[in-house]
């Protein structure tokens, strides 16, 4: 199996492409380093490769962020051994069931629905190519909240593509959007 890595826009972030689904039902998870990992035990077993902070699997894709005090030529081979390894081990990456539960509890308003498909269509592919992805929260007096997730949390251009990018598009197509804030 081999596993292809790429930069993102945040240093401290690699995003690893194993060319195989890495969740299959749509669901991200993002864990980060004081989870208890119940859901994964791939996150579990990268949690102790020393210097990782947070792990986001995506559908075809996995980002990494590291502690800025390390450098990727220290850990990266530990990485992606542990991955492959996994991956031919044929081992869930979550336990999907419970991420499919989370989603299905809440109804959305028409507008709350039409952000979640202007999201959903327009703005998490393109986020996903940088490996991040960007997860609705909730819509409340006029302000959209939004999870950045992967590559996006703690990116330096994490604020100019939420306010320049996703919030512009969100105020031209939706009307009733004034701003739009990070969890």
Request: net charge negative.
């Amino acid at each position: 199996m081999f596993i292809q890595t790429q930069d993102t826009p945040n240093p401290n972030t690699l995003k690893f492409i194993p060319g195989i689904d890495v969740i299959k039902h749509g669901s991200s998870r993002q864990f980060n380093k004081n989870d208890d990992c119940k859901e994964s035990s791939l996150a579990k077993q990268l949690f102790e490769i020393n210097g990782i902070e947070s792990v986001f699997f995506g559908n075809d894709f996995i980002s990494i962020t590291k502690n800025e005090n390390i450098n990727w030529d220290e850990i990266k081979t530990f990485i992606l051994s542990n991955l492959v390894d996994y991956f031919i081990a044929g081992l869930p990456v979550v336990n999907e069931v419970n991420t499919d539960k989370k989603k299905k509890n809440k109804s959305n308003s028409k507008i709350e629905e039409q952000i979640i498909e202007l999201l959903d269509s327009k703005i998490r592919p393109a986020v996903a190519q940088d490996g991040g992805d960007i997860v609705y929260n909730k819509f409340e007096n006029g302000i959209v909240y939004l999870e950045l997730h992967g590559a996006c949390q703690g990116c330096p251009s994490s604020t100019i593509t939420l306010k320049q990018g996703i919030e512009n598009m969100l105020k031209h197509y939706i009307p009733e959007v004034e701003s739009v804030e990070s969890i």
